[in-house]
């Protein structure tokens, strides 16, 4: 149980265009997720906190406009790039919250974004 | 106050070994503390997680060993296998919240067979 799966795993896009990663709890309700940056070889980087059916919270430093988060269900989360650029080439990865247990996060399997 | 401080940051061991990762916190608060396994390219996968009320726990191979005095817990993997190579990252939160995980650096394990 408690899986989250992320898609797609891998993408590589021209600098400029924008991507969307969804982020889908399979078995349970989530009403929060949250997103995660990792570079290679370093820990996860908290980018934002999204919550079911309102505004996403940014963690210092994030730019809002840059990275948009939408959580319209309790399945689902989305994080899309917008005019992504080399700089943006990355390891994201989300993790969901059941909404009925406080602890633990269910992390997906991450998403390679490539930006050329 | 808010930052997990893991160590050592890579740690090399013989098969069968016991390989031994530590992790300091400063925030009183925290009473939640997970520890995460992830492999190259994947998610992390959580593998036991321990809470201030006892000082260890025990799940399979995995150990989580808690000081709360010192504000620190650690990682033991008996009976350490090629298979347990990955990057292993320490974790705190508040468990009654939807408060975010702050993470540790990770430490990369390389069991040899």
């Known amino acids: 149980g408690a899986v989250v799966s992320q898609h797609p795993s891998w993408v590589i896009c021209k600098s400029g265009t924008s991507v969307k990663i969804e982020c889908r709890s399979l078995?349970?309700?989530?009403?929060?997720m949250f997103w995660y940056r990792q570079f290679p070889k370093q820990s996860l980087m908290l980018m934002a906190t999204?919550?079911?059916?309102?505004?996403?919270?940014?963690e210092q430093g994030v730019e809002k406009d840059k990275f948009l988060i939408n959580h319209a269900s309790l399945t689902l989360s989305t994080l899309t790039v917008t005019s992504a650029h080399p700089e943006d080439s990355s390891f994201y990865i989300c993790?969901?919250?059941?909404?009925?247990?406080?602890?633990?996060?269910?992390f997906g399997d991450g998403t390679r974004l490539s930006i050329l | 106050q808010q930052q997990v401080k893991q160590s050592p940051q890579s740690l090399i061991v013989q098969k069968g070994g016991i390989p031994i990762i530590n992790c300091a916190y400063e925030?009183?608060?925290?009473?939640?503390f997970p520890w995460y396994q992830q492999f190259p390219g994947k998610g992390p996968a959580l593998l036991i997680a321990?809470?201030?009320?006892?000082s260890e726990k025990k799940e399979g191979r995995f150990t989580i060993s808690f000081n709360k005095s010192a504000k620190q817990f650690s990682l033991h993997i008996m009976d350490s296998q090629p298979g347990d190579s990955a990057t292993y990252f320490c974790?705190?939160?508040?468990?009654?919240?939807?408060?975010?995980?702050?993470f540790g650096s990770g430490t990369r394990l390389l069991v040899r067979p």
């Open positions: 993790s969901a919250r059941d909404r009925w247990a406080h602890q633990p996060q269910h």
């Open positions: 321990i809470r201030p009320d006892v």
């Open positions: 999204s919550n079911e059916g309102s505004k996403a919270t940014y």
């Open positions: 974790a705190a939160s508040i468990w009654d919240s939807s408060y975010k995980l702050i």
């Open positions: 925030n009183t608060a925290f009473d939640y």
């Open positions: 078995d349970f309700q989530a009403t929060t």
